[in-house]
């Protein structure tokens, strides 16, 4: 028995079946590559879903890491410490916004921005029945409230019921969202790109359609960046393409680069206004470990200039998963934007294709039932854009 099956049999003889893992155990990164137990090297195109963006072995990084694991890992945040500080500073600077929350995950990123909403509705008017209006085909987590406003049914329906007083629009459509408001809206929310719906970028006049109606009815509105922030389309956070500030803005994945670390992050009149002390708290949600990890992302972000780079390296990719739709009948066609792609399939399950290129050295992902899914790590370049094409060709 090899070394990877002895480790995968023990592991889900103790380890809660609701994952489907794929037959493999990865041991270590460098660069762009992982290597699994066996020795085999893969080209990472999913960047644990779109986490690791830095690649694998940053010196600096893991050298911030093990500075900070010498001093201290965790307080609470019933005390003040400099990584807190620091990476406050960093989102803020980085944002343009006003105040931060930190978190542990997306999930519970969504999870505070569903609470100050709804805080910041009860301030204005005190009363306690006000809607959320988020969109169909979304994903903004698995606890109960970021399930509630995920638009899909297939993640809802054992978990049922799921926290009320939540109207679902179409994503694209600004006529479908005005039919939605009533006087009891408080807040809308979406994902700037949706991502496990399909790859999705926001129209640009949807998303600012969106921003004028919620000025117009004082409405909140809350972008999950989630997956599509931290220089993954070619900005900053892809909102910032679009011009459009939200009231409310989640981010997670990147932001820590492994480290699981997620924050809601609010503008000036919503934290003005919103959650105080004692309405919101997390344990371990911004300790020094993580906080260390966020101001550290950000300061080699900008050090390795990784925005710009994500933004003169895209049209390559873009470029050739093009190519593969031209060349391949069962390649619908391309969406997306930046080093977050997708490419539509048809007629063949997208998970056979998923697996195949597994077996080719190559990691990529899915999205939705039939798309193929690329968020590799940001410092990926042309060359390893032209090895990824090779492989997946090899993979069809």
Request: glycine share 10%; charged share 20%.
């Amino acid at each position: 028995m090899s070394i990877s099956q002895q480790i995968m049999d023990q592991t889900e003889e103790t380890v809660l079946h609701t994952y489907n893992r794929f037959p493999v155990v990865f041991d270590h990164g460098d660069g762009v590559y992982l290597y699994d137990a066996d020795g085999k090297q893969y080209l990472d195109f999913g960047a644990g879903i779109a986490v690791f963006a830095l690649g694998y072995g940053n010196r600096d990084y893991n050298n911030a890491l093990k500075g900070q694991i010498d001093k201290l890992i965790h307080t609470s945040n019933l005390y003040y410490h400099r990584p807190l500080r620091d990476a406050a500073q960093q989102i803020i600077s980085h944002t343009g916004m006003s105040k931060v929350f930190f978190t542990n995950s997306g999930a519970e990123a969504i999870e505070g921005a569903i609470k100050a909403a709804r805080k910041y509705a009860y301030m204005a008017d005190g009363s306690n029945d006000h809607e959320i209006i988020a969109m169909r085909h979304s994903f903004h987590g698995r606890t109960v409230g970021a399930l509630s406003v995920t638009g899909n049914s297939h993640y809802q329906d054992p978990f049922k019921p799921l926290m009320g007083g939540v109207r679902f629009a179409d994503f694209n459509d600004l006529d479908s969202v005005k039919a939605e408001v009533t006087e009891k809206t408080c807040a809308v929310i979406m994902e700037t790109v949706q991502g496990e719906g399909g790859i999705y970028p926001s129209d640009p006049a949807f998303i600012k359609g969106v921003r004028e109606l919620c000025d117009e009815k004082g409405i909140l509105l809350i972008l999950d960046e989630i997956q599509c922030g931290m220089g993954r389309t070619g900005n900053w956070f892809a909102c910032d393409g679009y011009g459009v500030k939200p009231d409310i803005m989640t981010m997670a994945k990147a932001l820590g680069c492994g480290v699981p670390v997620g924050a809601f992050v609010l503008n000036e009149k919503t934290a003005a206004q919103s959650l105080a002390a004692g309405d919101h708290g997390t344990t371990y949600g911004g300790n020094p470990f993580a906080c260390a990890a966020v101001a550290k992302v950000f300061e080699l972000f900008d050090e390795m200039d990784l925005v710009s780079h994500v933004r003169k390296t895209a049209p390559y990719l873009e470029k050739k998963l093009d190519e593969l739709v031209e060349k391949y009948d069962f390649l619908a066609c391309r969406r997306g934007m930046g080093f977050m792609q997708g490419l539509v399939v048809k007629d063949r399950p997208v998970g056979d294709i998923v697996k195949s290129a597994l077996n080719n050295g190559l990691v990529i992902l899915s999205a939705g039932s039939d798309v193929l899914r690329f968020v590799p790590p940001l410092v990926i370049t042309e060359s390893d854009i032209d090895e990824m094409t090779d492989r997946l060709e090899a993979s069809f």
